[in-house]
């Protein structure tokens, strides 16, 4: 009789996922966070978004097991400037009334040092879909903070913006900051 109770909780325990309590928490705080819209042209512009949503989650402690995702509302795009702004939204660039959002979502974590990590994913943009790193670094001690930092460069055509140059570009800027928030610290591994 006690053998099968005993055989219960160990397939139990074996099928059931750690609990959050078990796995590092990061919340990426948006007051020390920032992503830009740039673009490189005869007449630069560059825009702010203040609606996104950011994601840092773990499946163990072990940092490449991170998987990072950003949502990035194009009409929440600004600068100083009305009239940048209704060039910016317009279908040519952001077409925010077809393509309300810019995302990114990393499918595999390299490390590159002691505590920095290269995130490699998918950047999609106006329907279009194509691969993409950003940086990922965490505080040395005990991994109570970290950054998600890169900047990703493309040409105009490749995502169907339309300019008067050839060969324009633009990029998207994202510089974020994450704070641990519950859980263990991370573990990192020896880097050489």
């Given at each position: 009789?006690r053998?099968?109770?005993?055989?219960?909780?160990?397939?139990?325990?074996?099928?059931?996922?750690?609990?959050?309590?078990?796995?590092?928490?990061?919340?990426?705080?948006?007051?020390?966070?920032?992503?830009?819209?740039?673009?490189?042209?005869?007449?630069?512009?560059?825009?702010?978004?203040?609606?996104?949503?950011a994601?840092?989650?773990?499946?163990?402690?072990?940092?490449?097991?991170?998987?990072?995702?950003?949502?990035i509302?194009?009409?929440?795009?600004?600068?100083?400037?009305?009239?940048?702004?209704?060039?910016?939204?317009?279908?040519?660039?952001?077409?925010?009334?077809?393509?309300?959002?810019?995302?990114?979502?990393?499918?595999?974590?390299?490390?590159?040092?002691?505590?920095?990590?290269?995130?490699?994913?998918?950047?999609?943009?106006?329907?279009?879909?194509?691969?993409?790193?950003?940086?990922?670094?965490?505080a040395?001690?005990?991994?109570?903070?970290?950054?998600?930092?890169?900047?990703?460069?493309?040409?105009?055509?490749?995502?169907?913006?339309?300019?008067?140059?050839?060969?324009?570009?633009?990029?998207?800027?994202?510089?974020?900051?994450?704070?641990?928030?519950?859980?263990?610290g991370?573990?990192?591994?020896?880097?050489?």
């Open positions: 009789m053998l099968p109770v005993i055989c219960l909780v160990l397939v139990s325990a074996m099928l059931c996922p750690p609990s959050r309590a078990q796995v590092p928490v990061f919340q990426v705080t948006p007051i020390q966070s920032s992503i830009r819209f740039n673009t490189t042209s005869s007449r630069p512009l560059t825009g702010n978004f203040d609606k996104w949503n994601t840092l989650t773990f499946a163990s402690r072990d940092p490449t097991s991170a998987v990072f995702q950003v949502e509302q194009t009409a929440s795009v600004h600068s100083r400037d009305s009239k940048n702004d209704d060039e910016l939204k317009s279908k040519n660039l952001l077409n925010v009334a077809q393509d309300p959002v810019i995302s990114f979502k990393s499918d595999k974590v390299v490390q590159t040092g002691k505590t920095t990590y290269d995130l490699v994913g998918t950047f999609t943009m106006r329907g279009v879909s194509k691969p993409a790193t950003l940086k990922l670094a965490i040395d001690q005990g991994g109570g903070s970290g950054y998600v930092q890169g900047i990703v460069p493309f040409d105009f055509k490749d995502y169907g913006m339309t300019s008067r140059k050839v060969n324009e570009r633009g990029e998207v800027d994202l510089n974020l900051k994450a704070d641990q928030v519950s859980g263990p991370l573990i990192h591994k020896r880097f050489q």
